[in-house]
């Protein structure tokens, strides 16, 4: 059974656009929620994480949303470049055992 | 090196055949996970170390599939009499294994094709 769903699938963004991707979680024990990002070829990477007890957190351009009530959250990107194209997972999980459970991704791509 | 590392970067396999992917993890790390990444798909997870220890291996799809960890370091994924459907990316990641983190340090995969 799925525990993270994502959307959209994939996602094409004019340079200098906002790049939204948005994920939803059944699971009420989760207690950490990060993204990681992954170029073709490699293994994805830790981009940015949050844990319930914020609403939002922010990195230079990245952003996470948080909404504990709807369980959901969300990746913002602002003024997206071309070099932020990549697939982009949601991930979620519990405890202490760092078992990540990811949503099915994100493909973007940012156009010059 | 630094990094996660996985061996080999690719195999390709006739159906029927075993393979063994190997993984080794970032020194001092001592929780593993093994990943599997099918075209288009998201990553799903398979099994998770602590030390040399398995407690969680509720993802491993079949009773073809095994792995174990040996000294607290390296890894091998072993799939016996292997399928076309096992075709995909395997990605190792480690971590320090300090309460949830959740920061995974991945390699960059072995890519297996089942012909």
């Known amino acids: 059974q799925q525990q993270v769903k994502q959307s959209p699938q994939s996602l094409i963004v004019q340079k200098g656009g906002i790049s939204i991707i948005n994920c939803a979680y059944e699971n009420t024990a989760f207690d950490y929620f990060p993204w990681y990002q992954q170029f073709p070829g490699k293994g994805p990477a830790l981009l940015i994480a949050?844990?319930?007890?914020?609403s939002e957190k922010k990195e230079g351009r990245f952003t996470i949303s948080f909404n504990k009530s709807a369980k959901q959250f969300s990746l913002h990107i602002m003024d997206s470049q071309p070099g932020d194209s990549a697939t982009y997972f949601c991930?979620?999980?519990?405890?202490?055992?760092?078992?990540?459970?990811f949503g099915q991704g994100t493909t973007l791509q940012v156009k010059p | 090196g630094a990094g996660v590392s996985q061996s080999p970067s690719n195999k390709v396999t006739e159906k029927g055949k075993d393979v063994e992917l190997r993984c080794d993890p970032i020194?001092?790390?001592?929780?593993l996970y093994w990943y599997r990444q099918s075209l288009g798909q998201g990553l799903e997870f398979l099994i998770y170390f602590q030390g040399n220890s398995a407690p969680d291996k509720s993802g491993l799809p079949s009773d073809r599939f095994s792995a174990e960890r040996t000294g607290g370091s390296v890894s091998t994924l072993t799939i016996q009499r292997t399928q076309q459907e096992d075709s995909a990316v395997y990605l190792c990641a480690s971590s320090t294994g300090h309460a949830n983190t959740g920061e995974l340090f991945f390699g960059e995969g072995s890519r297996l094709t089942v012909l």
């Open positions: 949050i844990r319930p007890d914020v």
């Open positions: 020194s001092g790390h001592t929780a």
């Open positions: 991930a979620a999980s519990k405890g202490n055992t760092g078992k990540l459970i």
